[in-house]
C-alpha cells in the first residue's frame, strides 16, 4: 500500500488482526525482509510493515533522512492507519528509528524489541567510517553494497548463507544512491537514546550476538544490564533474522505474545 507524504510515496503493508506489531528493517533493507515471518505472526496479530525512507518501494526525503525524520514517516502510516498502540521490533537502523519514536511517543508503545541495534550514539571512530562510507558509495555505491551485505553475517556463515546474502544484495541494489547517503548521515548525527531502554512506560527487549561484525557485543551486554532489561542472546552474526530464523522466530513469539 502506498501513503502520499510531502509530496512522496511511503509504501507499507498492513496484515492480520489482533494486537499491533511495526517492523522495521535495516539500512539497505527493505520490508521484504519480514516476510517469511508474516504468516507466523499474522494469525494472531495485526503487522505493519513499513519501507523506510530511501529504501525499498519508499521515495527519498532530502539530504539527510534522520532517524527522527523517518520517525515521523512511520508515524504517518500509523496515524493514517488509526493506530494507538504497537510494539516495535527493529532491526539495526531499524531500531535508531523505533527508538526516536518512543522518544516523542512513549505512550504510544506495547513493547520495543532492539534487534542487533544499540540505544547509544555513534563513537567518534565510528562516525568517520559513516564519512568513508559515504565516500565509498559516491565512488561505487554497487561494490559498496555487495561488500557491506556479506560482511553483515558472521565469517562462517558468509558460506553457508550464501544463496541469502545474493538475495538480499540483489534487494539492496535497487536502494537508491540518495537513499544510502542519506540514511549513513542520518545515522551519524543519532543521539544517544539509552535513556528510553530505562523508562517504566516501555517493555524492552534486545536481541544481541555474539560475532555481530558490526555492533560491540560487551558493549551491547554492559547496555542492557545498565537498563535493566530482557536479553535474548545468539551465536552469529547481524543478521539474526537469517542466521539464527528459527529462533529468533520464538523469542519474537514470546515477546509479543508476553
Same mark, same amino acid.
Given at each position: 500500500?502506498?501513503?502520499?507524504?510531502?509530496?512522496? /510515496?511511503?509504501?507499507?503493508?498492513?496484515?492480520? +488482526?489482533?494486537?499491533?506489531?511495526?517492523?522495521?528493517?535495516?539500512?539497505?533493507?527493505?520490508? +521484504?525482509?519480514?516476510?517469511?515471518?508474516?504468516?507466523?505472526?499474522?494469525?494472531?496479530?495485526? %503487522?505493519?510493515?513499513?519501507?523506510?525512507?530511501?529504501?525499498?518501494?519508499?521515495?527519498?526525503?532530502?539530504?539527510?533522512?534522520?532517524? $527522527?525524520?523517518?520517525?515521523? !514517516?512511520?508515524? &504517518?502510516?500509523?496515524?493514517?492507519? *488509526?493506530?494507538?498502540?504497537?510494539?516495535?521490533?527493529?532491526?539495526?537502523?531499524? &531500531?535508531?528509528?523505533?527508538?526516536?519514536?518512543?522518544?516523542?511517543?512513549? /505512550?504510544?508503545?506495547?513493547?520495543?524489541?532492539?534487534?542487533?541495534?544499540?540505544?547509544?550514539?555513534?563513537? *567518534?571512530?565510528?562516525? =568517520?567510517?559513516?564519512?568513508? &562510507?559515504?565516500?565509498? !558509495?559516491?565512488?561505487?555505491?554497487?561494490?559498496?553494497?555487495?561488500?557491506?551485505?556479506?560482511?553483515?553475517? @558472521?565469517?562462517?556463515?558468509?558460506?553457508?548463507?550464501? $544463496?541469502?546474502?545474493?538475495?538480499?544484495?540483489?534487494?539492496?541494489?535497487?536502494?537508491?544512491?540518495?537513499?544510502?547517503? &542519506?540514511?549513513?548521515?542520518?545515522? *551519524?548525527?543519532?543521539?544517544?537514546?539509552?535513556?528510553?531502554? @530505562?523508562?517504566?512506560?516501555?517493555?524492552?527487549?534486545?536481541?544481541?550476538?555474539?560475532?555481530?561484525? %558490526?555492533?560491540?557485543?560487551?558493549?551491547?551486554?554492559?547496555?542492557?544490564? =545498565?537498563?535493566?532489561?530482557?536479553? !535474548? $542472546?545468539?551465536?552469529?552474526?547481524?543478521?539474526?533474522?537469517?542466521?539464527?530464523?528459527?529462533?529468533?522466530?520464538?523469542?519474537?513469539?514470546?515477546?509479543?505474545?508476553?
Amino acid at each position: 500500500m502506498i501513503l502520499e507524504y510531502k509530496g512522496i /510515496n511511503i509504501f507499507y503493508k498492513d496484515e492480520g +488482526k489482533g494486537q499491533v506489531i511495526v517492523l522495521l528493517h535495516g539500512f539497505l533493507e527493505n520490508s +521484504k525482509m519480514w516476510d517469511a515471518f508474516l504468516p507466523k505472526l499474522t494469525q494472531k496479530n495485526r %503487522v505493519v510493515c513499513i519501507d523506510l525512507l530511501g529504501h525499498g518501494q519508499t521515495d527519498c526525503l532530502g539530504y539527510i533522512h534522520s532517524m $527522527e525524520l523517518m520517525a515521523k !514517516v512511520v508515524e &504517518a502510516v500509523l496515524n493514517h492507519l *488509526k493506530i494507538k498502540q504497537s510494539i516495535f521490533i527493529g532491526h539495526s537502523m531499524g &531500531a535508531y528509528v523505533a527508538l526516536a519514536f518512543a522518544e516523542k511517543n512513549p /505512550n504510544a508503545l506495547d513493547g520495543l524489541c532492539l534487534m542487533n541495534s544499540t540505544a547509544d550514539e555513534d563513537s *567518534k571512530e565510528r562516525k =568517520k567510517n559513516r564519512d568513508r &562510507a559515504i565516500l565509498a !558509495v559516491k565512488q561505487n555505491h554497487k561494490m559498496f553494497i555487495r561488500l557491506a551485505i556479506s560482511n553483515l553475517f @558472521s565469517p562462517d556463515n558468509r558460506t553457508t548463507f550464501i $544463496e541469502d546474502i545474493k538475495q538480499i544484495t540483489r534487494e539492496a541494489l535497487q536502494t537508491p544512491l540518495q537513499g544510502i547517503v &542519506a540514511a549513513l548521515e542520518g545515522m *551519524k548525527i543519532r543521539p544517544n537514546r539509552e535513556v528510553i531502554l @530505562s523508562s517504566k512506560k516501555i517493555r524492552v527487549m534486545m536481541i544481541i550476538s555474539k560475532k555481530d561484525p %558490526v555492533l560491540d557485543y560487551s558493549l551491547l551486554v554492559l547496555q542492557a544490564k =545498565k537498563a535493566n532489561i530482557k536479553v !535474548v $542472546e545468539f551465536p552469529d552474526g547481524h543478521m539474526s533474522h537469517i542466521e539464527n530464523k528459527s529462533d529468533f522466530l520464538q523469542q519474537i513469539m514470546y515477546f509479543v505474545e508476553k
